[in-house]
């Protein structure tokens, strides 16, 4: 059974660093895809950055770029997602997701993704 577990967030001031992880047990698709998504109150949920279950191919969102990095761990199962300059429209639940790939990079699918964490709050302050 896969479990993915989440953790790292908290408060920060505008133009803070946070460090999200996503503890993954159970999971062994080798060919899949890992992802970080986010959903704000009375907003959609939307993907923030995929990559690879080998490592390769980030992709992130355009709001994100430049400013958040996914990484994984494959040793120790964990994903992490280190978000720098944070301004208050970061602020959202964010979600750890796993899932199939079905292209030569991780889309932002939800319906690609069908293990789900349950979330770890951000927010960001003025």
């Known amino acids: 059974q896969v479990r993915l577990v989440e953790s790292g967030g908290g408060s920060v001031q505008a133009g803070g660093s946070l460090r999200l992880s996503c503890g993954a047990s159970?999971?062994?698709?080798?060919?899949?895809?890992m992802g970080w998504f986010r959903q704000s109150p009375g907003k959609e949920r939307e993907g923030v950055a995929t990559i690879r279950r080998d490592g390769q191919i980030p992709y992130y969102a355009d709001s994100v770029k430049g400013r958040f990095t996914i990484s994984q761990d494959n040793a120790n199962d964990t994903l992490y997602l280190h978000m720098d300059s944070l301004v208050p429209q970061d602020t959202a639940m964010y979600y750890c997701?796993?899932?199939?790939?079905?292209?030569?990079?991780?889309?932002?699918?939800?319906?690609?993704?069908?293990?789900w964490g349950q979330g770890t709050q951000v927010t960001v302050s003025t």
């Open positions: 159970g999971y062994s698709d080798s060919n899949g895809c």
């Open positions: 997701a796993a899932g199939v790939r079905r292209s030569w990079y991780c889309r932002m699918q939800f319906n690609e993704y069908n293990h």
